[in-house]
């Protein structure tokens, strides 16, 4: 995506255009998820705030701390000199939008272990409420009889 030639006004379009055209449905992002964590990550800590507004947003779908690589400097400045300066309302609203798309299925879980489904529901709860409660309807009718779900759930508070 990036062409240091074709300076901010390219990169800008090529980014809203990635962000508009990004799939919604859990399993078709493929190497775009990768992509798509890496830049919300480089984008929040571009804006040099070490206050995360979505603190479980961050902890369980972004986890910050398994992508740090040594081109976390060079993608940032590119992002500082190439980046709209609305970029992060961009890229948090495609997750506002998306994320209840993109939260584990239960019925994909291995063991009944349902610890990643409650923590991206606890995330999806912080960063869109009003799907995350129509995720929790649809949970509480489809996957009522799986008592390990819900416990996992009000571990994470969610119940």
Do not use: C
């Not at 390219?10 to 493929?30: D, I, M, N, R, S």
């Not at 701390?65 to 495609?94: C, E, F, N, P």
């Amino acid at each position: 995506m990036a062409d240091r030639h074709k300076g901010p006004a390219w990169f800008q379009q090529q980014l809203l255009q990635w962000l508009a055209q990004l799939p919604a449905k859990q399993g078709t992002l493929g190497a775009d998820f990768a992509f798509l964590r890496l830049l919300t990550k480089d984008v929040w800590e571009r804006r040099g705030s070490n206050d995360t507004p979505y603190p479980q947003f961050f902890q369980f779908v972004i986890a910050p701390r398994d992508l740090s690589t040594r081109d976390d400097v060079s993608r940032q400045g590119y992002l500082q000199q190439y980046a709209m300066d609305d970029v992060w309302d961009h890229v948090i609203a495609y997750w506002q939008g998306n994320l209840h798309h993109l939260v584990p299925r239960p019925e994909q879980a291995e063991k009944s272990i349902y610890t990643k489904h409650a923590q991206w529901m606890a995330a999806l709860q912080e960063l869109a409420p009003a799907a995350y409660t129509t995720l929790l309807k649809q949970w509480q009718v489809a996957h009522k009889r799986r008592i390990n779900l819900w416990k996992a759930m009000a571990e994470q508070g969610l119940t």
